[in-house]
T-cell receptor
Framework: AQTVTQSQPEMSVQEAETVTLSCTYDTSESDYYLFWYKQPPSRQMILVIR??????QNATENRFSVNFQKAAKSFSLKISDSQLGDAAMYFC?????????????FGTGTRLQVTL | DTAVSQTPKYLVTQMGNDKSIKCEQN?????MYWYKQDSKKFLKIMFS???????INETVPNRFSPKSPDKAHLNLHINSLELGDSAVYFC????????????FGPGTRLTVL
């Protein structure tokens, strides 16, 4: 079984600043994967970044990076140089390896506001 | 060009009606999923098919019936619609091996009156 917790329902950041969104998870799977998805008002679910749990190196995608702490079961998302287009709901998710564990388990989301 | 497409994008219907939502992916993936997003934005898995075989069937009323005619298509049929079925339904697809990143369709907003 997997659970994902996002403890920040809302966050706000000024344009060009840096913000970190928190996520903790719990899983009984030995192999698992972690994701951040973004959902703008258009409601499209967009992959932001992904991390294989067996990799120690933190994933990075341009202005987006994660701080993956496996022992602490923490997977936070850092957005650098925030832009107005980053305003959206952000969902942290985990999935196991195969079969019934391959479903994504989502957190409750963090709504990010970007101000001028 | 669209990777995962869903039709329709909006569906407004009366209680008691039967409706279907269609999903198609052109990514060559072998696994497809249906997720439901409720009014509080919470996303939850409903079903998953791998190579046309049902592998995940969460606690969903049996009024919901998925069908996968081939690996590229996964449809969702809902009988006797209820007010509580109002939600956004997302289709997604992935490869079954490795990190298996799931790519989502645009969602179908279902409103039951």
């Amino acid at each position: 079984a997997q659970t994902v917790t996002q403890s920040q329902p809302e966050m706000s950041v000024q344009e060009a600043e840096t913000v970190t969104l928190s996520c903790t998870y719990d899983t009984s799977e030995s192999d698992y994967y972690l994701f951040w998805y973004k959902q703008p008002p258009s409601r499209q679910m967009i992959l932001v970044i992904r991390q294989e749990a067996y990799k120690q190196q933190n994933a990075t995608e341009n202005r987006f990076s994660v701080n993956f702490q496996k022992a602490a079961k923490s997977f936070s998302l850092k957005i650098s140089d925030s832009q107005l287009g980053d305003a959206a709901m952000y969902f942290c998710a985990s999935r196991g390896d195969t079969g019934t564990a391959s479903k994504l388990t989502f957190g409750t989301g963090t709504r990010l506001q970007v101000t001028l | 060009d669209t990777a995962v497409s869903q039709t329709p994008k909006y569906l407004v219907t009366q209680m008691g009606n039967d409706k279907s939502i269609k999903c198609e992916q052109n990514l060559g993936h072998d696994t497809m999923y249906w997720y439901k997003q409720d009014s509080k934005k919470f996303l939850k898995i409903m079903f998953s098919y791998n190579n046309k075989e049902l592998i995940i069937n969460e606690t969903v009323p049996n009024r919901f019936s998925p069908k996968s005619p081939d690996k590229a298509h996964l449809n969702l049929h809902i009988n006797s619609l209820e007010l509580g079925d109002s939600a956004v339904y997302f289709c997604a697809s992935s490869l079954s091996g490795g990190i298996g990143t799931q790519y989502f369709g645009p969602g179908t907003r279902l409103t039951v009156l």
